[in-house]
């Protein structure tokens, strides 16, 4: 059972019913009329509960169901995702009755065990914890997707790392006759894994050295040493590893490119894998794509209450170039996906050219780019213009091709999103120009360019406002944006944030609207400081002030702004 099979999804019954789920989700303007007839249509046709089915629709997340559930039954929500577990608590649960009823434990007050629960009216399940902890249970519901993934997440953690490396070495002949599930190579492996999805890492690095293989994660942009795994078991590490993403793991000599579907909790996490031969064996890198980590929300974003409504007007344009720019992972693609999500897709016939497809987007066709059979972004973006567009994301403007058609589609009555690699908004002008785009064609194609990067997000646990400002303030070139209080705020480190005084990352934002005032200037060929002015005129924010301004109100540190913008 799930909180998803409450109130109408299942066989639970709703202490209260006035109106229908579905219908009550359209009172509270969380559906439309026409969303719920197509959701019950679809529901008839291939079975299932509703809110499954309002989930794959993309018309609902599994969070905004358990939310509405919860707030009908008086039960609290609690944020099981983002909560460090203690590890003494999962010794009053086991595993397998976590599993078997979707529950976690996440807190101990004085008044008893605090139990997150899928489904937190299953009687049965209530009974059973609490004869198995022998406690008096608080019960509080979670959506079952995080329910599963704080499982997988937290029980990982009762064996280290380390321990497991100590039982691999005690069986060392094993290591390339063993494939089997539970042998101690496996286990390694998925714990390595499991690790960098809890700590939220973007890519995992096995970097290969003369006397060991050091496991490194990118976390919030930076990357730090989480395990040295002795020589010896570099080959088999590696090869496993290898054999999962289904590359060859008798080729040493050339590098590689795989892709690992990784089963995590109740939803999947895709990883893309690259091998390059070295002097000391081969290097290993792994992107991690967690789509249930993506929030495609605008409120997400971070984005200023003017440039919100600045992107907004852009991306609901009938027609016109909206660019997002700024260097590989800074979170374009996410910016774009929102973008996408946010937009009428019932009324839209909306297409994705990708490479690779890194999230699947409900109602939005989406096609992967394909090189070796001559499918790029120029010859895909052809195809889809008779596909009879509305809205069309190109992952990538690469060449001149894909800038001409990109903005011919533009000039034609399609709204086009696609990213560009330039250091602002405004040098998107003459990246485009440089690419053989028309001097004329811009100023009637080009709309919007949103200009982006990621910085660490302080700790909320540790985080600390000191005295006296910062001494960046001290600069005359930074004097004007002296903040008004005389204190700043700094990251101290905890055991929350492993001591780093950071956790999770926010974007800073520039966005830059195109209207006439910038015509002459692109035809004369104007300087980007010519640009800069006439977009400072239109109230637009640079990165730097965005930054210094989400410094100044405790969300990060102004050294964090000067080392990623400086």
């Not at 197509?38 to 809110?51: D, K, N, S, T, W």
């Not at 509080?140 to 691999?168: D, F, G, M, Q, W």
């Not at 780093?500 to 200037?521: N, P, Q």
Request: glycine share 6%.
């Amino acid at each position: 059972m799930s909180a998803l099979n409450a109130d109408g999804f299942g066989n639970q019954e709703p202490r209260e019913r006035e109106l229908p789920l579905g219908e009550r989700f359209v009172k509270s303007g969380l559906l439309s009329e026409s969303q719920l007839d197509l959701a019950l249509r679809e529901q008839r046709r291939v079975g299932g509960y509703l809110g499954e089915t309002l989930v794959q629709l993309g018309f609902l997340t599994a969070e905004q169901i358990t939310e509405a559930l919860a707030s009908q039954n008086e039960v609290d929500v609690y944020d099981v995702r983002n909560t460090e577990i203690d590890i003494s608590l999962l010794d009053l649960i086991s595993y397998e009755t976590a599993i078997l009823h979707r529950v976690i434990p996440v807190e101990q007050r004085q008044d008893g065990l605090v139990v997150a629960f899928a489904d937190s009216f299953d009687v049965v399940a209530i009974d059973q914890v609490e004869r198995e902890c022998g406690q008096f249970i608080v019960v509080v519901t979670a959506p079952e997707t995080h329910i599963l993934e704080a499982i997988e997440r937290s029980y990982t953690r009762r064996k280290s790392i380390n321990e497991t490396i100590e039982s691999v070495l005690s069986g060392t002949s094993e290591l390339t006759k063993d494939t089997g599930d539970d042998s101690p190579m496996v286990r390694l492996v998925d714990q390595i894994l499991a690790d960098a999805i809890k700590h939220n890492a973007s890519d995992i690095h096995f970097h290969a050295e003369e006397r060991n293989l050091r496991v490194r994660l990118r976390v919030d942009g930076v990357l730090h040493e989480e395990v040295i795994v002795p020589k010896q078991l570099q080959a088999a590490l590696i090869g496993r590893i290898k054999l999962i993403a289904s590359m060859n793991i008798t080729e040493k000599r050339i590098p590689q490119d795989g892709r690992i579907r990784l089963n995590f909790g109740s939803s999947y996490v895709d990883l893309r894998v690259s091998t390059l031969p070295t002097n000391h064996g081969e290097s290993v890198v792994m992107r991690i794509l967690d789509s249930g980590s993506v929030q495609l929300s605008l409120d997400e974003l971070g984005l200023r209450a003017e440039d919100r409504a600045r992107f907004e007007s852009a991306i609901n344009s009938s027609y016109g170039l909206v660019l997002v720019t700024g260097p590989t992972g800074s979170g374009k693609t996410t910016t774009l996906y929102t973008a996408l999500s946010s937009i009428d897709r019932d009324s839209r016939s909306v297409f994705t050219l990708e490479d690779p497809i890194e999230y699947s987007l409900p109602a939005i066709r989406q096609t992967q780019i394909n090189d070796k059979v001559g499918m790029n972004f120029a010859a895909g973006l052809r195809a889809l213009l008779r596909q009879d567009p509305d809205v069309i994301l190109v992952g990538e403007i690469r060449d001149q091709e894909t800038a001409e058609l990109a903005t011919r589609a533009a000039l034609t009555g399609h709204t086009v999103f696609s990213t560009l690699h330039t250091n602002s908004a405004i040098g998107a002008i003459s990246r485009l120009i440089d690419m053989g785009i028309d001097r004329y064609l811009v100023p009637s194609a080009l709309i919007a360019v949103v200009a982006q990067r990621l910085l660490r997000r302080l700790c909320p646990s540790c985080k600390q406002e000191e005295p006296g400002t910062d001494a960046v303030f001290e600069s005359e070139n930074y004097k004007q944006w002296k903040p008004a209080t005389d204190t700043h705020w700094a990251a101290t480190g905890c055991e929350y944030c492993n001591n780093s005084g950071y956790k999770g990352r926010l974007a800073v934002y520039e966005v830059l609207l195109l209207d006439d005032s910038f015509h002459d200037g692109i035809l004369n060929g104007a300087s980007d400081a010519h640009f800069l002015e006439l977009a400072r005129k239109n109230g637009m924010a640079t990165l730097l002030e965005d930054g210094l301004t989400k410094a100044n109100e405790g969300s990060t540190t102004v050294s964090e702004v000067m080392r990623v913008l400086n």
